[in-house]
């Protein structure tokens, strides 16, 4: 994918930045002292399995960044956005036109919580999210209002995530999320609430002697029990540099190979 010429030329104000992934073939606007996407964003759209003329809903997008990844690794696939912050969905909106993708991905600004209003209900053949991971009362809130809301339950709990995917989904779709391990009890709990019933799992850690950081997890609306843990993924081996999977991981994302059937 070919980046346009005029790709600075869309950045709006000092403080933000104009970010290249995928070997230069992705770039995405953020805030320099705002949310800015990691890792974990990056593991979720390495998970995340489309078939052909998928639609996708990315709920709280955010950056847009997973929307725009899925967008190049999945050509046939149609991805829409929603993202409760006015000025972050401006921002993502830049990123899918600098992109040339505006006719495959699209942003909306609207709050999950009524996701009702928004769309008709089973709507999307996929919903993905990585929701904010701190509860509202819990640990000290970012000043920055932007990182606040994606790290704070502000605007949406899991909960509120989970009954977005639950209304959005068609029967049998499918859902995929990133979330702290150690809040997995309540990750579990919620999708079965939701009807979201959990199907894959997989555990990632910094190294292999540290306990897991992250859960990605699959599931399937109204599906039946039966869950498969994959084996864990290393994000280091020795010393700093990347594990052998996860340099494997970025060059999947960076070259991808097409659809899952």
């Known amino acids: 994918m070919k980046r346009n ?4 030329l869309k950045l709006k104000g000092e403080d933000e930045t104009a970010d290249v992934l995928l070997e230069g073939r992705l770039t995405v606007f953020q805030k320099e002292r705002g949310y800015r996407f990691s890792i974990d964003a990056l593991l979720l759209s390495h998970f995340v399995r489309l078939r052909k003329r998928s639609r996708v809903v990315d709920i709280g997008t955010g950056s847009g960044v997973i929307g725009l990844v899925l967008a190049c690794r999945f050509p046939d696939a149609s991805i829409t956005g929603i993202e409760v912050q006015e000025e972050v969905v401006d921002m993502a909106r830049r990123s899918v036109e600098a992109n040339r993708l505006e006719g495959r991905v699209e942003i909306r600004h609207g709050d999950i919580r009524e996701a009702r209003a928004m769309y008709s209900p089973d709507s999307f053949d996929v919903a993905v999210f990585n929701p904010p991971y ?3 009362n819990s640990g000290r809130v970012n000043p920055y209002r932007e990182r606040a809301i994606a790290r704070h339950e502000i605007k949406g709990s899991l909960k ?3 009954e977005a995917a639950r209304i959005l989904l068609k029967d049998g779709g499918i859902v995929y999320a990133v979330y702290p391990a150690q809040r997995g009890t309540e990750l579990f ?6 009807s979201l019933e959990p199907k894959k799992l997989r555990m990632v ?5 540290s306990e897991a950081e992250f859960v990605l997890i699959e599931g399937v609306k109204r599906g039946g029990e039966e869950l498969a843990v994959m084996a864990p993924l290393f994000i280091y081996g020795e ?3 990347y594990s052998h999977e996860m340099t494997q991981i970025f060059n999947e994302i960076a070259c991808p190979d097409g659809f899952a059937g």
């Open 205 to 209: 850690h910094s190294h292999p002697s």
């Open 239 to 241: 010393g700093r540099r």
């Open 134 to 136: 701190r509860k509202l």
């Open 160 to 162: 509120d995530f989970m």
């Open 5 to 8: 010429e005029d790709t600075l």
């Open 189 to 194: 709990c919620q999708m079965r609430r939701a």
